[in-house]
């Protein structure tokens, strides 16, 4: 699917090395008590260092191709905002839908950690609104640009597997595999569909930010 300017596959080559690293270091590491990372100031500044990171690159391959980034990059508004919106929705409901089905057998949710599991005390609240604001904004924002964003413009044939399958090892944990694929395949789908890249960070960021809320509003 050739939509905007093309930027070289070899850009794909050091993000597909970070993942490897990504998923060699988490699945042999340590254990370790990573519960209510969104209280954890640590954990949300290697949030904001990683969306940084990701993004970062996205841009810098598109600038460095000496291509237009938005147009590259599927910056632009969809032709038909009615339909994008129908298919947020949709999209919004079916990753739901997955994660709840399967978060009792695999437990991703509790095992990457970062929904609370109790509310908020003291400075935490400061911690929270920091962690809603990169978790739920800015890390779905980096994280479309990188994957559906370059990977679309590096990627000619099966873009949408082939970034749904980077976007569910990006995460690392065995537990998450499966929703994060369903939801790496819907997010491709709308970046398919609409040829852009904004309804798919609005559903992102609608997913990661529902995820926090009602963790709160449940425990």
């Known amino acids: 699917m050739i939509d905007g300017p093309r930027i070289p596959r070899w850009w794909l080559g050091p993000p597909a090395l970070l993942i490897v690293v990504i998923v060699i270091s988490a699945n042999t590491a340590s254990a370790s008590d990573t519960r209510n990372g969104v209280y ?5 500044l290697a949030a904001l260092a990683t969306a940084a990171v990701l993004g970062g690159y996205a841009l810098l391959a598109a600038a460095l191709s000496r291509v237009p ?9 969809p032709a038909d905002g009615r339909r994008a919106v129908l298919l947020v929705v949709a999209a919004v409901v079916l990753i739901t839908a997955v994660s709840l089905a399967l978060e009792p057998f695999l437990h991703g949710d509790r095992d990457q950690g970062l929904t609370p599991t109790r509310g908020p005390h003291g400075h935490e609240w400061l911690v929270l609104a920091a962690a809603l604001a990169v978790l739920g904004l800015l890390t ?5 640009l990188l994957f559906r964003g370059l990977g679309f413009a590096c990627i000619d044939r099966y873009p949408v ?3 749904a399958a980077a976007f ?3 995460h690392a944990l065995p ?4 929703p994060v694929l369903v939801a790496g395949f819907a997010l ?5 569909r609409t040829h852009s890249l ?5 559903t992102h960021a609608t997913i990661n930010l529902l995820a926090i809320v009602v963790a709160l509003l449940t425990v």
């Open 40 to 44: 954890d100031g640590s954990q949300v």
């Open 69 to 77: 980034i938005a147009p590259a990059l599927a910056l632009r508004r």
């Open 140 to 144: 779905p924002l980096c994280e479309e």
């Open 161 to 163: 597997p082939i970034t």
């Open 168 to 170: 569910a090892a990006a």
């Open 175 to 178: 537990a998450l595999l499966i």
């Open 188 to 192: 491709g789908e709308l970046r398919r």
């Open 198 to 202: 904004w309804p798919g960070v609005a």
